[in-house]
């Protein structure tokens, strides 16, 4: 079992910044990539970027050259920096963690999310 604990959200104006943090726990050992996605009202949940063990990143286009994924392994934290942010960016966001059981198939877990609101 993994569990995720989000933290960063909140209410910012258009163009503003904004940093979430999601730290994993339990058997983080094997978890192979974590990562972001984002669920707006009435809409369905969305990958915002992922990134893995070995720092492979991956970025919805929506959100590519304004959104920046990282992590730190040895904590089992990872990080989404959020710059020039727009209201279209508002949503839930949720920290998703992955862990392999068979080749091509595994387990999600996610976090409880995180409110992130921009104003216009």
């Known amino acids: 079992q993994v569990q995720l604990v989000e933290a960063g959200g909140g209410l910012v104006q258009t163009g503003g910044s904004l940093r979430l943090s999601c730290v994993a726990s339990g058997s983080i050992s094997s978890i192979n990539a974590m990562g972001w996605y984002r669920q707006a009202p009435g809409k369905q949940r969305d990958l915002v970027a992922t990134i893995t063990t070995g720092g492979n990143t991956n970025y919805a286009d929506s959100v590519k050259g304004r959104f920046s994924i990282s992590s730190d392994n040895a904590k089992k934290t990872v990080y989404l920096q959020m710059r020039s942010l727009e209201p279209e960016d508002t949503a839930v966001y949720y920290c998703?963690?992955?862990?392999?059981?068979?080749?091509?198939?595994?387990?999600?877990?996610w976090g409880q999310g995180t409110q992130v609101t921009v104003s216009s």
């Open positions: 998703n963690a992955f862990v392999p059981t068979v080749p091509g198939m595994g387990v999600r877990y």
